[in-house]
């Protein structure tokens, strides 16, 4: 609950809830590719221009206007991580400015990680900047929020936001047919929330390496070199993956409630203006708060 802030009372439920999202992104993915195949080779082959990190954070920052409130004015800078490092960090990496100069934002690449990849460097840019962490640090900070929110840390919004901007929106924003984005965005969906579950099979149920070699081999994902990664990455950070992928689960949760309560009134300006405003918290507060907000909207 630390690392998610979860709603869910139970890891059963959880758990539950995490195998649907995955059962129903598999059937969903099914449906489409069914009806048009040729959007497997299009995922893979699918490139975006412009290629240069600066110019695709300038065409995500115009493009998200539409759906996101706009954002107070700041400054950002991208650096690239040093060649000891690239072999050890993630593809990006955004520095949480201090609380005194939070329009003062970094955003770290790493180009080796990326592969070289246009899609891959658009929705990580999409993740890390807007309308992930630069944007959601940006707004939030300049609002009238307390300063002793600043000393909490609740990963499971900062991490599930960035990670819901980036598999609902981002693909979109790069031009993609629908079918296209659907099939790369849910595909993408699909192989963390896999993770996700491994990571409760490891620390919750026990499982050892072989028992997550049997359940990837399920979903076609095999290979010693692939399996040992994975296992090893669950066992040195547990509930990493819970973090990323149970709050972007809940963000789409919050959002389909607001969309069945509100109806024609839902707004996707306002939905996101809301949460923003209101900060990093455990979901089952802003569940609390979010009740408020439907009633004034």
Same mark, same amino acid.
């Given at each position: 609950?630390?690392?998610?802030?979860?709603?869910?009372?139970?890891?059963?439920?959880?758990?539950?809830?995490?195998?649907?999202?995955?059962?129903?992104?598999?059937?969903? =993915?099914?449906?489409?590719?069914?009806?048009?195949?040729?959007?497997?080779?299009?995922?893979?082959?699918?490139?975006?221009?412009?290629?240069?990190?600066?110019?695709?954070?300038?065409?995500?920052?115009?493009?998200?206007?539409?759906?996101?409130? +706009?954002?107070?004015?700041?400054?950002?800078?991208?650096?690239?991580?040093?060649?000891?490092?690239?072999?050890?960090?993630?593809?990006?990496?955004?520095?949480?400015?201090?609380?005194?100069?939070?329009? +003062?934002?970094?955003?770290?690449?790493?180009?080796?990680?990326?592969?070289?990849?246009?899609?891959?460097?658009?929705?990580?840019?999409?993740?890390?900047?807007?309308?992930?962490?630069?944007?959601?640090?940006?707004?939030?900070?300049?609002?009238?929020?307390?300063?002793?929110?600043?000393?909490?840390?609740?990963?499971?919004?900062?991490?599930?936001?960035?990670?819901?901007?980036?598999?609902?929106?981002?693909?979109?924003? =790069?031009?993609?047919?629908?079918?296209?984005?659907?099939?790369?965005?849910?595909?993408?969906?699909?192989?963390?929330?896999?993770?996700?579950?491994?990571? =409760?099979?490891?620390?919750?149920?026990?499982?050892?390496?072989?028992?997550?070699?049997?359940?990837?081999?399920?979903?076609?994902? +095999?290979?010693?070199?692939?399996?040992?990664?994975?296992?090893?990455?669950?066992? +040195?950070?547990?509930?990493?993956?819970?973090?990323?992928?149970?709050?972007?689960?809940?963000?789409?949760?919050?959002?389909?409630?607001?969309?069945?309560?509100?109806?024609?009134?839902?707004?996707?300006?306002?939905?996101?203006?809301?949460?923003?405003?209101?900060?990093?918290?455990?979901?089952?507060?802003?569940?609390?708060?979010?009740?408020?907000? =439907?009633?004034?909207?």
């Amino acid at each position: 609950r630390s690392q998610t802030g979860t709603s869910y009372t139970s890891m059963k439920d959880l758990k539950n809830a995490i195998e649907s999202k995955n059962i129903n992104d598999i059937a969903a =993915m099914a449906v489409i590719i069914r009806n048009r195949p040729e959007l497997l080779d299009q995922v893979s082959d699918y490139t975006f221009s412009p290629t240069e990190p600066l110019e695709i954070l300038d065409v995500l920052k115009q493009e998200i206007s539409e759906e996101f409130p +706009e954002i107070p004015e700041h400054s950002f800078v991208v650096k690239y991580v040093a060649p000891e490092l690239k072999d050890i960090l993630s593809p990006a990496l955004y520095m949480v400015p201090p609380m005194d100069k939070y329009n +003062e934002n970094v955003i770290y690449l790493n180009m080796d990680q990326n592969n070289g990849i246009t899609q891959y460097l658009y929705t990580t840019l999409a993740h890390e900047g807007y309308p992930g962490h630069l944007y959601q640090n940006a707004y939030t900070n300049s609002g009238d929020m307390p300063l002793i929110r600043s000393l909490m840390s609740y990963n499971g919004y900062s991490e599930g936001w960035a990670t819901y901007v980036e598999f609902e929106y981002s693909y979109d924003y =790069m031009g993609m047919s629908e079918g296209l984005a659907d099939v790369a965005s849910t595909n993408t969906a699909l192989s963390l929330g896999l993770y996700a579950y491994a990571d =409760m099979g490891v620390h919750y149920d026990g499982w050892e390496r072989e028992d997550l070699a049997d359940y990837l081999a399920e979903f076609g994902i +095999e290979g010693e070199d692939v399996v040992d990664d994975v296992f090893n990455a669950l066992v +040195e950070e547990p509930a990493n993956y819970l973090s990323y992928f149970v709050g972007y689960l809940q963000f789409v949760e919050l959002r389909e409630i607001a969309q069945k309560e509100l109806g024609r009134h839902f707004d996707a300006v306002e939905f996101h203006k809301f949460l923003l405003e209101t900060g990093p918290a455990p979901f089952y507060i802003i569940e609390d708060y979010m009740e408020e907000w =439907m009633k004034e909207q």
